[in-house]
């Protein structure tokens, strides 16, 4: 019924179509192992189970919270409802300290206690990041 071209023409064009699919699939599935969420105390507290996904945890860091020992540093981050307390190993940034803002990243270990792999805070004094300005006004 269809001409030997027609039907080559169709076969071309719905394996294009099968391999755009197959490539956008394929790209999610990446994109999705890479996605961070970020989460502020209250979040953490009002999440109905913990999952073993990297997280970001942001928010301030509470005043006289800060503990240092010989190869980690423990703090709590507070969104001035609920806090976290937050244990990292390594270098933190230069303006880390008390009462100013703070984005860990990490993975849950409770509701109440957090292990970071890297904090994210590379700011001056008066810098606060974007999410945790919002997750504090929103509170």
Do not use: C, Q, W
Request: glycine share 6%; no cysteine.
């Amino acid at each position: 019924m269809y001409g030997k071209r027609v039907k080559l023409r169709f076969f071309f064009i719905s394996t294009l179509i099968l391999t755009f699919i197959l490539i956008i699939y394929l790209l999610l599935e990446a994109f999705e192992k890479e996605v961070v969420y970020f989460l502020s105390p209250t979040d953490i507290k009002n999440m109905s189970e913990i999952d073993s996904k990297k997280i970001r945890v942001g928010g301030m860091v509470k005043n006289g919270s800060i503990s240092t020992e010989t190869d980690k540093i423990n703090f709590i981050i507070t969104d001035f409802k609920n806090e976290i307390i937050v244990t990292y190993s390594g270098a933190v940034p230069n303006l880390f300290m008390e009462e100013k803002g703070v984005v860990a990243e990490g993975y849950l270990k409770d509701k109440n206690f957090f292990i970071a792999k890297k904090i994210l805070a590379k700011h001056d004094e008066n810098y606060m990041p974007p999410e945790v300005k919002e997750a504090i006004e929103d509170y």
